[in-house]
């Protein structure tokens, strides 16, 4: 089932497009001010958004633009403004379209199967080109090797991106020093294991926001690692 945010100050309007979302089958979050809908498109998993442009908190351009940053999701803006210098704005921002109030439930929920559909003709099309591993931000792609931080590009070694890659690649999963030390250097530890620990603590320091409180490699005390999700 398709996840919706929507954020959204007007109950009535929210409400209203809730219902429609829900009758055509798609789970929805509404969240009813900019600082709630920012961090609500940042830390959880959404498939569309529904962005109202003038929002309590932050303004619907400056969460269109921080989500864009580092999610591909689409983005519709909603406005009861209709000058094309908000469009304009907006679609500059970074949304994939651009609705003016008052508008018919019905076509919104088009407009919403519309846009999920064609991401996920696009995302399919990516996949089948590069092998690609996503995780809130983290963006691995196996084919050409190349790992992105929230759009920036990391220089990873070869140990690096794939020890990287064996985590990720089996999330939440809890891994000893000698079982990653095995894996990667496809040998006996032999009393080696500190390997992984130097390697971890460098790729912590070119993905993890604070090496201190870690957010995506996490110790597992006395066991070893896990990338957590």
Known sequence: MSRVLIVEDEESIAEI????????????????????????????DFDICILDVMLPGVDGFEICKQVRE????????????????????????????YMTKPFSPSEMVARVKA?????????????????????????????????FVNGEEKVFTTKEFDLLTFLAETPNRVYTKEELFKAIWDMDSIG?????????????EKIEYDTS???????????????KV
Do not use: C
């Not at 003709?121 to 590069?130: F, G, T």
């Not at 080696?192 to 912590?204: L, N």
């Not at 995506?216 to 896990?226: A, D, K, L, P, Q």
């Open 17 to 44: 497009e809730k219902d429609y979302l829900e009758l055509s089958g798609f789970e929805v979050v509404i969240k009813p001010d900019g600082t709630s809908g920012l961090k609500a498109a940042m830390e959880e």
């Open 70 to 97: 580092v999610k591909n999701m689409p983005i519709i803006m909603v406005s009861a403004k209709k000058e094309d210098i908000d469009k304009i704005r907006g679609l500059g921002a970074g949304a994939d379209d």
């Open 115 to 147: 846009h999920l559909s064609r991401y996920e003709r696009l995302v399919s099309s990516a996949k089948a080109e590069n092998d690609v591993i996503e995780i809130r931000g983290i963006k691995i792609d196996k084919t050409a090797r190349r790992v």
């Open 192 to 204: 080696d294991i500190a390997t992984v620990t130097v390697h971890i603590k460098k790729i912590r």
């Open 213 to 227: 409180k870690p957010q995506y490699i996490e110790t597992i005390w006395g066991v070893g690692y896990r990338f």
